[in-house]
């Protein structure tokens, strides 16, 4: 038998995929349903949380003779993440080539560091009404290219060198240099996970946090009743009916 249209789409997401895939067959507009369309999001030199980052979001008509054009990001991917906040680093690019200094920001998802007080740009700020006051000189840091822009620093000579990750005799892993084979140790800023927090430093809130103790605790005892005869005993719920029989065929 045949199903018809209208009962191959009594589901009523995929009639509406189906429906927004295939707009060609129907002339007609969809009510009360309108497409969603994902915005590619920009991802610059600040964070996505931030003002700044929203700010860049935002559709802008371009002025009078002005094209505006957004390439989508493309990033090597990296297997490890080799550079910390926190480390020396040599910078091989730029106006500041040859310098050495102290990454104090990682962007991860566009292979960025940000050198303190290398690789700036100046920037103009008019924080007065007044046309006539001069403005004031901000100065920015500017991102380098983790793979292409900056090495470690190899602790005996204050040279760029290439590194591996090695294990050391404790099982802990360590960046080794290539060229003398020293460890280059790992700062602190290599333990801080995605929302800035150093699980070594956290102080736990006895309001808001569950204590360690406690999450160890076993209070689930597995047994082979379903979910439903489970809570059926935990409520003091007793059943009377019996199971039908079943038949394999």
């Keep these: 038998m045949k199903l018809t249209q209208q009962l ?27 497409p969603v369309v994902l915005k590619r999001w920009h991802l ?5 949380w931030t003002t700044n980052s929203r700010l860049q979001q935002l559709d802008v008509p371009p002025q009078e ?30 106006k ?3 310098k050495i200094g102290i990454v104090n ?21 008019q924080l ?12 920015e840091e500017q991102p380098l290219l983790v793979t292409e ?36 140790p790992l700062p602190s800023g290599a333990q801080q996970l995605e929302d800035f927090v150093i699980p070594s430093q956290y102080a736990e809130s006895p309001d808001k946090d569950t204590k360690n103790s406690d999450l160890m605790k076993i209070t689930y ?8 005869e489970e809570l059926m005993e935990n409520m003091g719920i007793e059943e009377k009916r019996k199971r039908a029989k079943t038949y394999w065929y």
């Design 128 to 139: 007065s009404d007044d046309a006539s006051d001069p403005p004031e000189l901000t100065r």
């Design 221 to 228: 005892k597995p047994s082979l009743k379903y979910f439903e």
């Design 96 to 98: 500041d080539a040859g």
């Design 105 to 125: 920001s990682v962007w991860p998802e566009r292979n960025w560091v940000f050198v303190e007080g290398l690789n700036c740009k100046f920037v103009e700020n």
């Design 8 to 34: 191959m789409c009594s589901y009523w997401k995929r009639y509406v995929d189906r429906h927004f895939i295939l707009t060609w067959r129907w002339k007609g507009q969809l009510k009360g349903q309108e």
């Design 65 to 94: 003779g002005e094209v505006v054009m957004r390439r989508k990001n493309f990033v090597e991917p990296l297997e490890k993440w080799p550079i910390f906040k926190g480390d020396q680093v040599y910078v091989l690019e730029g």
């Design 44 to 48: 610059g030199k600040d964070r996505p």
């Design 149 to 184: 822009h900056v090495k470690l620093v190899d602790p005996s000579d204050m040279q760029p060198t290439d590194f591996e990750w090695r294990y050391d005799e404790e099982g802990n892993e360590v960046r080794v240099s290539s060229r003398s084979g020293r460890v280059i």
